[in-house]
Nanobody, 122 residues
Framework: QVQLVESGGGLVQAGGSLTLYCAAS????????MGWYRQAPGKQRELVAS???????NYADSVKGRFTISRDNAKNTVYLQMNSLKPEDTAVYYC????????????????WGQGTQVTVSS
């Protein structure tokens, strides 16, 4: 069994900063890509940022230059540093991870966290 637990969301004024955390636990052999998505009310879930096991990153155009994704492989944790926040960043943020549970199976399955609310006031 694998669990992803997010934390760090909250209410912040426009221009402020927040850091989101997501820790994976359970039966884990290795973790491939990890990432953050978000879903605003009435909108589809969208990719915010992703990071490979080697540290290569990818960002949505809307957050480039403002958000930074990073990971600590020893802690099975991914972070999202969010700066210069805007009201349009308001959403529920979900982390995910592509996890390989067993050394004898090359199959990796995508797991999701429960989501954490980020609200940016104007």
């Amino acid at each position: 069994q694998v669990q992803l637990v997010e934390s760090g969301g909250g209410l912040v004024q426009a221009g402020g900063s927040l850091t989101l955390y997501c820790a994976a636990s359970g039966t884990i052999y290795s973790i491939n890509a990890m990432g953050w998505y978000r879903q605003a009310p009435g909108k589809q879930r969208e990719l915010v940022a992703s990071i490979s096991s080697g540290g290569s990153t990818n960002y949505a155009d809307s957050v480039k230059g403002r958000f930074t994704i990073s990971r600590d492989n020893a802690k099975n944790t991914v972070y999202l540093q969010m700066n210069s926040l805007k009201p349009e960043d308001t959403a529920v943020y979900y982390c995910n991870a592509d996890i390989r549970q067993f050394y004898f199976s090359a199959t990796a399955r995508r797991y999701w966290g429960q989501g954490t609310q980020v609200t940016v006031s104007s």
